[in-house]
């Protein structure tokens, strides 16, 4: 029996960038529907729901930040990748804040974008059997669901963000590098990937903050730790 291709969103207005991009990812098993504008790329996901998107931040008729922004109001659940020639601080915020999930920049190779494809698709993590649960303060973390869990319910974790916490967790109250956390999750240790880790530690810094036991320590200019 076949397995399942994977639908990818892609939405790139870049003509010739997005010929190159379809044909490759199609080589590496993907089903790419392949749009040029935020407009086009909403109507695409309202007919047809995309395991995963990648998309440029700067196009006409809608750019990518308001198409995430408008895809999760509409009940996108998918992870989402910029990708981006923007580099600032705020630029990289926003993404998160709307709903993005992880950054790429411009140029950038199309092996490192299969690499982040996978990874938000959760297919580059595999969790051995003792792994499966993470006590941490009031919380119980479960990598394999990337979920964290208290009395008060449930948060649900993006893929990248329960990557990053599961590092923190097999070395808790011990000091990760950022430049192994970088170059094991990002695939270098560039300051634009640096910027989208920090990002992604104050969103697991929010999560957590119901219990006033646990802190994510920034170790400066070394790295961070998990301490509860």
């Known amino acids: 029996m076949n397995e399942k291709k994977t639908n990818l969103l892609l939405v790139e207005d870049e003509l010739m960038l997005a010929e190159i991009l379809t044909d490759t990812l199609t080589d590496k098993g993907f089903n790419v529907r392949t749009v040029y504008d935020g407009l086009s790329a909403l109507e695409a ?3 047809e729901r995309a395991d995963v998107i990648v998309t440029d931040v700067m196009m006409p008729k809608m750019d990518g930040y ?12 998918a992870p989402i990748l910029f990708l981006t020639a923007r580099s600032a601080t705020e630029d990289v915020v926003n993404g998160f804040e709307v709903g993005g999930n992880d950054f790429l920049r411009k140029p950038f190779a199309i092996d490192e974008l299969i690499v982040r ?9 595999s969790i ?15 990598p394999a669901e990337s979920k ?22 097999r070395n808790m109250n011990q000091t ?10 990002w695939g270098d ?17 929010r999560h957590l903050e119901e219990d006033e036991s646990v802190e994510i320590v920034n170790i400066r200019g070394v790295g961070y730790k998990l301490r509860c």
Not at 117 to 125: F, I, Y
């Open 189 to 205: 240790d560039s300051f634009y990937n640096l910027r989208s880790l920090n990002v992604f530690v104050s969103r697991l810094r």
């Open 176 to 185: 990760v590098e950022t430049e192994s956390l970088l170059r094991e999750l």
């Open 148 to 169: 964290i869990s208290s009395a008060k319910g449930n948060v649900s974790l993006s893929a990248r963000e329960a990557q990053v916490l599961l590092r923190l967790c």
């Open 117 to 125: 494809v996978n990874s938000l698709l959760g297919r580059t993590q």
């Open 128 to 142: 051995v059997p003792n792994e499966n649960v993470f006590n941490i303060g009031r919380f119980e973390f479960y």
């Open 66 to 77: 308001s198409l995430v922004k408008a895809l999760r109001r509409e009940g996108c659940t």
């Open 45 to 47: 996901w309202r007919k």
